[in-house]
């Protein structure tokens, strides 16, 4: 069985950009959340998704957002770029019920200069 | 709110030597528990949870964790370490009447000198 992937996994961009991220589960993961991981913050939850609807969410601005396609597949956006955004990106998939194991996917390393 | 500690930002340790990684958990609701690693360039993998029942939890490549609920905590143990166990090591809660959002704890880094 295939693991979760993340595209890209290398990413620069500049201040005031956007960014979208993809993230394929695993075949039957209904459940698909996203992480930022910094030394400075560690790894902070910002959104899961369920079937297509956002489920829970972390205390990051509306600049990060997200969505789920019926496939399951999810995409997370930033909007509007900050230096502090550089971080990498994990995504996690699971099959969405209570205490599921999340797998999670190799990350996205993204770089704001 | 949830919040998880682990108090040692870094840990080394000899090789075959135990090792024991502290983590405790803040929370007025009941958790589900987990450790996670974190090899260096890769996601993290799941090692163990807690559920319920027994309090001593086995999970993969030798590592066990004991649940305490009067001292909140959970802490990782392994009786002889490898090389290969040098990573970061992630302690983390989940509630249990919220699908999915894990809080995860600062991470301690495990080095395994030969």
């Known amino acids: 069985k295939a693991g979760v992937t993340q595209t890209p996994r290398y990413l620069i961009k500049t201040r005031g950009q956007q960014v979208t991220l993809s993230c394929s589960p695993i075949s039957g993961h209904r459940s698909v959340s996203w992480y930022q991981q910094t030394p400075g913050q560690g790894l902070q939850f910002l959104f899961e998704y369920f079937s297509e609807t956002q489920r829970n969410k972390g205390n990051f601005p509306g600049r990060f957002s997200g969505r789920q396609f019926s496939n399951s597949r999810s995409e997370m956006n930033v909007s509007t770029l900050e230096l502090g955004d550089s971080a990498l990106y994990l995504c996690?998939?699971?099959?969405?019920?209570?205490?599921?194991?999340?797998?999670f996917g190799p990350g996205t390393r993204l770089t704001v200069t | 709110a949830q919040s998880v500690t682990q108090l040692d930002s870094q840990v080394p340790v000899f090789e075959e030597a135990p090792v024991e990684l502290r983590c405790n958990y803040s929370?007025?609701?009941?958790?589900?528990l987990f450790w996670y690693v974190q090899y260096p360039n890769q996601g993290l993998q799941l090692l163990l949870k807690?559920?319920?029942?027994?309090?001593l939890v086995k999970g993969i490549n030798g590592f066990e964790a004991e649940f305490n609920k009067s001292q909140t905590s959970f802490h990782l143990r392994k009786p002889s370490v490898h090389i290969s166990d040098t990573a970061e090591y992630f302690c983390?809660?989940?509630?249990?009447?919220?699908?999915?959002?894990?809080?995860f704890g600062p991470g301690t880094s495990l080095s395994v000198i030969p």
């Open positions: 807690y559920l319920s029942g027994s309090t």
């Open positions: 983390a809660v989940s509630l249990k009447t919220s699908y999915d959002k894990v809080i």
């Open positions: 929370s007025s609701v009941s958790v589900y």
């Open positions: 996690a998939s699971s099959l969405g019920a209570l205490a599921s194991e999340q797998y």
